[in-house]
């Protein structure tokens, strides 16, 4: 088993920046990469970034590549996702997940392929 832990959500105005953080424990040599994604009241959860755990290798959801950073530490077994710039759009519970699979993977963006997940944290922008 993984478990997964957020922190960092808050509450911040338009224009300004969080810095989300997903700490892992467990079983963490099972699994290669891990995702960020939101979900905000009454749409479908939606992928935001994703990086391989092995590479470093990055992925983003085309619209928030520029104001969005994914990055790991693997001293920490920690990813964080760097938000600049944040709109009242980006509102939502943010939730880490952790995967199996290898670079290049069209998984990344895919919510279901996804094993592991942590409880969410809310973030909030207001105008």
């Known amino acids: 088993q993984v478990q997964l832990v957020e922190s960092g959500g808050g509450l911040v105005q338009a224009g300004g920046s969080l810095r989300l953080s997903c700490a892992a424990s467990?079983?963490?040599?099972?699994?290669?990469?891990m995702g960020w994604f939101r979900q905000a009241p009454g749409k479908e959860r939606e992928f935001v970034a994703g990086?391989?755990?092995?590479?470093?290798?990055?992925y983003y959801a085309d619209s928030l590549q520029g104001r969005f950073t994914i990055s790991r530490d693997n001293a920490k077994i920690t990813a964080y996702l760097h938000m600049n710039n944040l709109k009242p759009e980006d509102t939502a519970v943010y939730y880490c997940?952790?995967?199996?699979?290898?670079?290049?993977?069209?998984?990344?963006?895919?919510?279901?392929?996804?094993?592991?997940w942590g409880q969410g944290t809310q973030v909030t922008v207001s105008s």
């Open positions: 990086i391989s755990w092995i590479s470093g290798r990055t």
């Open positions: 997940a952790a995967g199996e699979f290898l670079d290049y993977s069209s998984s990344y963006s895919l919510k279901n392929d996804y094993g592991y």
């Open positions: 467990g079983r963490t040599f099972s699994y290669y990469a």
